[in-house]
């Protein structure tokens, strides 16, 4: 977001050029963590993706090759079902809230998806 307000700043108006700079720094940002945990990963079978990152073509062309490259199946649903995946967590909350009193829990910031997380510490989240 930085980066487009020093591009507005530095005269770059045109919006095309703007939104492709945009969409290339967050494909290279993907591709590059994606890369660096196949590394990790001892003998990957596949590189599956889905909700949103799958939806968009340019980083789905980008996660093939780079899957290609690890000599990996690329795994991901028709563009059409990839959808963003806040329905589906908003789901996942209405069913966990139904299986008890919804006015039986102390709300807190920061609530984590798995109760048996551990606390993220020094993040300067006061909860």
């Known amino acids: 977001k930085s980066a487009v307000l020093r591009a507005r700043?530095?005269?770059i108006h045109a919006d095309a050029d703007i939104a492709a700079a945009f969409q290339q720094a967050a494909i290279d940002c993907?591709?590059?963590r994606?890369?660096?945990a196949l590394q990790a990963i001892d003998m990957p079978s596949a590189l599956?993706?889905?909700g949103g990152v799958a939806a968009n073509q340019a980083m789905r062309s980008a996660l093939e090759e780079l899957a290609g490259e690890f000599g990996l199946p690329f795994v991901a649903p028709p563009p059409a079902l990839c959808t963003d995946n806040a329905a589906m967590i908003?789901?996942?909350g209405i069913?966990?809230?139904g299986q008890s009193d919804p006015?039986?829990?102390a709300a807190r910031p920061r609530w984590p998806l798995d109760p048996d997380?551990?606390?993220?510490?020094?993040?300067?989240v006061k909860a």
Do not use: N
């Open 48 to 50: 599956v993706v889905a």
């Open 34 to 36: 994606t890369h660096k």
């Open 117 to 124: 997380a551990a606390p993220v510490r020094g993040a300067g």
């Open 30 to 32: 993907v591709i590059d």
């Open 9 to 11: 700043q530095a005269g």
């Open 103 to 105: 006015l039986d829990f």
């Open 90 to 92: 908003a789901w996942a």
């Open 95 to 97: 069913e966990r809230l």
